[in-house]
């Protein structure tokens, strides 16, 4: 089955700074990537998604990436804001099945 | 539209005891997927349930089981429950299988 690796597990940036979380998934038939973001407390809330057709989507401050003959996936984040702290999950469906990254950590200090 | 709703938000549990998780999905959807979240294990698939059906289902115990009524709502259930069951329980509703997933707030089990 699917298993997707995630990192790193936190990560602590600067206010201004950018940030960057990595996935790998293992299953090359996955065609479909979220990103959630959940913060404490708080329902898990998609916030981009990517599928296996296209290799980049923006949205605003949030970019995500794919690279389908390596099998990563990136979430790029730029000129974080304390409000972007939470922890980040992302996923990867094959089939009808979405399988989860264990989640990274994110600090924005200000 | 209303998202997607849970109940109850939270409840304590014996061991032993059995519990039924409810999760309304946002008007229209008739894809339910329940996800177990805890520190350890983080977010894993229990089942995905589509037009009283289900179609998916996680690696966990017999233990855990669901239905979805023909309102699309879905319940799932937790039998003889052990201390391990302690966790988040959260519900997704989508349009379709294969479509993009929004989660309910989930409900907060703690079995003593």
């Known amino acids: 089955g699917e298993n997707v690796e995630q990192h790193p597990s936190t990560l602590s940036v600067q206010e201004g700074d950018s940030a960057v979380i990595k996935c790998t998934y293992s299953d090359s038939a996955s065609n479909y990537f979220p990103w959630y973001k959940q913060e404490l407390g708080k329902r898990p809330q998609l916030i981009i998604d990517?599928?296996?057709?296209?290799g980049e989507k923006k949205d605003q401050r949030i970019a995500v990436t794919l690279n389908k003959t390596a099998k990563h996936f990136s979430l790029h984040i730029t000129e974080t804001q304390p409000e972007d702290s939470a922890v980040y999950f992302c996923a990867a469906r094959r089939g009808n099945k979405l399988v989860f990254g264990a989640g990274t950590i994110l600090r924005v200090k200000s | 539209k209303a998202g997607v709703t849970q109940t109850p938000r939270y409840l304590i549990k014996t061991r032993g005891q059995q519990v039924t998780l409810s999760c309304s999905p946002i008007?229209?959807?008739?894809?339910v997927s329940w996800y177990q979240q805890t520190p350890g294990q983080g977010l894993q698939f229990l089942f995905e349930y589509f037009s009283e059906t289900q179609r998916n289902k996680g690696n966990f115990p017999g233990r855990f089981s669901g239905r979805q009524f023909s309102n699309s709502r879905s319940e799932m259930n937790v039998s003889t429950l052990e201390l391990g069951d302690s966790a988040l329980y959260l519900c997704?509703?989508?349009?379709?299988?294969?479509?993009?997933?929004?989660f309910g707030p989930g409900t907060r089990l703690l079995v003593l």
């Open positions: 997704a509703s989508s349009f379709g299988l294969q479509e993009t997933q929004y």
């Open positions: 008007s229209g959807h008739r894809s």
């Open positions: 990517i599928r296996s057709n296209v």
